[in-house]
Nanobody, 130 residues
Framework: QVQLEESGGGSVQAGGSLRLSCAAS????????MAWFRQAPGKEREGVAI???????SYAESVKGRFTLSRDNPQNKLYLEMNSLQSGDTAVYYC????????????????????????WGQGTQVTVSA
């Protein structure tokens, strides 16, 4: 069973920075997708940053230029560097993982929808104050 554990959340003033970490264990799929999602009170869970096992990364428009996703493959860790934080970034942030659909001829792009992921961490709260 894949296990994901997030850390690094906290409270910060607008304009500040935080770095989230996700430690993955038992992620043994030969091809996979990993992602950061977030969910604010009363809102749907939204994809923030996504990376496939091929290293292709995509970001939500709302965080482009401010957030950076990176991986430490030997350590099976995923990071989300968040800069220029805004009050609208306040949410619980989740790490997610799934096996990847497709073949070596063509892999299906990693999903930015929560129903595309089978494994989830418990979430970490990020609060940005004005």
């Amino acid at each position: 069973q894949v296990q994901l554990e997030e850390s690094g959340g906290g409270s910060v003033q607008a304009g500040g920075s935080l770095r989230l970490s996700c430690a993955a264990s038992r992620l043994t799929y030969p091809e996979y997708c990993m992602a950061w999602f977030r969910q604010a009170p009363g809102k749907e869970r939204e994809g923030v940053a996504i990376v496939g096992s091929d290293g292709v990364t995509s970001y939500a428009e709302s965080v482009k230029g401010r957030f950076t996703l990176s991986r430490d493959n030997p350590q099976n860790k995923l990071y989300l560097e968040m800069n220029s934080l805004q009050s609208g970034d306040t949410a619980v942030y989740y790490c997610a993982a799934s096996w990847r659909l497709g073949t070596p001829i063509g892999w299906v792009p990693c999903s930015n929808r929560s129903n595309g992921y089978q494994h989830w961490g418990q979430g970490t709260q990020v609060t940005v104050s004005a």
